[in-house]
């Protein structure tokens, strides 16, 4: 081969290589706009729209508050580690809402602080409700320093995440379990906390973190506590889906439609001795819908260097026996109950004030009826025997 040819040939590889390098890259930026678009629309403010980051977005409350968020435009970004939430839950919303910039799910866990470091450095947040949490009071004393890591701590990660990058509103997602055993009822915000076990003292010990910190910055915090939460959505796009492991520990909702689907044989009602009405304990039930609507507000309402603090009940108890009766009905099966004597640890009556969060945020329960709030979440647990799968 002459040096004319040798030259010749280099040439032709040279614009070979040179087509082969412009195709590659038209094929990258071909494929790229649709994430870059997505996530520059989550990694810029953006004025009129205001970005929320919803920790334990794939769990029971939080699928259902990201789900009003996107109904009321709002972007959200939901972090979870799916220890107990659903990607079912999370594909039902992206298929409602799959613009680009409406909704980004990531899987992180709370507890690693250099993945919610980056999340908070890629990200511009606006607010941030903080729901991620493990939330079994009976698991919480088997297990209290799991609690301990996965509530307090957690928490103290995301407030220190958001101090670093600038986020001024939280949402804290707290309980009535903070107040423990009180002598009074109703339950005011300003009844004493004292909470008897690790579930509602991690609770406790994280509002403390994030009221310490807000005297010290000009943070909007909203701190709800709720009460005990049934129902789903309505429109019955989302449920309550606890994993199978949790039965045990569950929620009196979940055992009631396990009774009536025949998956536990029947219910059974710990304590029939107390000083109530019919010697059951007494509760005061908020459905899902209601108290999304609360954290809605709560949102709305949230201002620099200030901390709301609210129940969130409907301030009517409901007892076990009148819950198990709404239950028989919504679901139209004869649940079998059995009566046991009381179990340690649970407390005659606990029922909330809710007159602070009316007068303050014009908040009231409009959607909670036992017998109602049960049926929609029994139509969802009927048409969705396996969950999300
Ligand atoms: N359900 C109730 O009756 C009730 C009552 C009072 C307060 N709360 C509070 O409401 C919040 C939501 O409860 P829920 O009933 O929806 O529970 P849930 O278990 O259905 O949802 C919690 C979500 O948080 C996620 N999560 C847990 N730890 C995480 C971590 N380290 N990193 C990332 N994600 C994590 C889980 O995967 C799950 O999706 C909790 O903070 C709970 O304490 C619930």
Redesign the pocket.
């Known amino acids: 081969m002459d040096y004319i040819e040798i030259k010749r040939r280099s040439s032709i590889t040279r614009k070979i290589l040179l087509v082969a390098v412009v195709t590659v890259l038209f094929i990258f930026m071909v494929k790229r706009p649709s994430s870059i678009s997505g996530s520059t629309k989550f990694s810029q403010h953006e004025s009129g729209v205001t970005h929320v980051l919803v920790?334990?977005g794939?769990?029971?409350?939080?699928s259902h508050a990201v789900l009003r968020l996107l109904k009321d435009s709002y972007r959200v970004t939901i972090?979870?580690?799916?220890?107990?939430?659903n990607m079912g839950a999370v594909r039902i919303l992206q298929g409602l809402y799959p613009e680009p910039g409406r909704l980004q799910f990531i899987y992180?866990?709370?507890?690693d602080a250099a993945a919610v470091n980056k999340i908070f450095s890629e990200n511009a947040f606006d607010a941030v409700m903080h729901?991620?949490?493990?939330?079994y009071v009976g698991e919480s004393t088997a297990e209290p320093l799991r609690y301990y890591h996965?509530i307090t701590s957690?928490t103290l990660l995301v407030v220190k995440a958001m101090a670093a990058h600038g986020v001024k509103t939280l949402i804290y997602?707290?309980?009535?379990a903070t107040y423990g055993e009180p002598d009074k009822m109703p339950i005011t915000e300003n009844t004493p906390q004292v909470p008897i076990n690790p579930y509602g003292k991690a609770?406790k010990m994280a509002e403390d973190i994030i009221i310490d910190f807000s005297k010290t910055s000009n943070m909007a915090v909203m701190i709800l506590r709720?009460f005990?939460?049934i129902g789903s959505d309505p429109e019955g796009r989302l449920g309550e889906a606890?994993r199978p492991e949790l039965r045990e520990q569950g929620?009196i909702s979940g055992a009631c439609f396990d009774a009536a689907r025949g998956i536990i044989a029947g219910l059974k009602v710990r304590g029939t001795d107390y000083k109530t009405r019919d010697g059951t304990c007494i509760r005061d039930y908020i459905d899902v819908t209601d108290l999304i609507d609360a954290h809605v507000k709560a949102l709305a309402h949230a201002t620099p260097k200030k901390v709301g603090i609210y129940n969130v009940g409907t301030g009517k108890g409901s007892s076990v026996n009148e819950f198990v009766e709404a239950c028989k009905k919504a679901t139209g099966v004869n649940i079998k109950v059995d009566y046991l004597s009381r179990r340690p640890g649970d407390y005659a009556e606990v029922f909330s004030d809710p007159s602070k969060i009316l007068k303050e945020l014009n908040w009231t329960a409009k959607y909670t009826n036992l017998q109602q709030s049960l049926r929609v979440a029994w139509r969802w647990q009927k048409a969705h025997l396996n969950g999300y799968d």
């Open positions: 920790t334990g794939a769990g029971y409350i939080g972090v979870d580690n799916l220890s107990r939430g992180a866990d709370l507890g729901f991620a949490a493990v939330a996965n957690n997602s707290s309980t009535c609770k709720y005990n939460v606890p929620r």
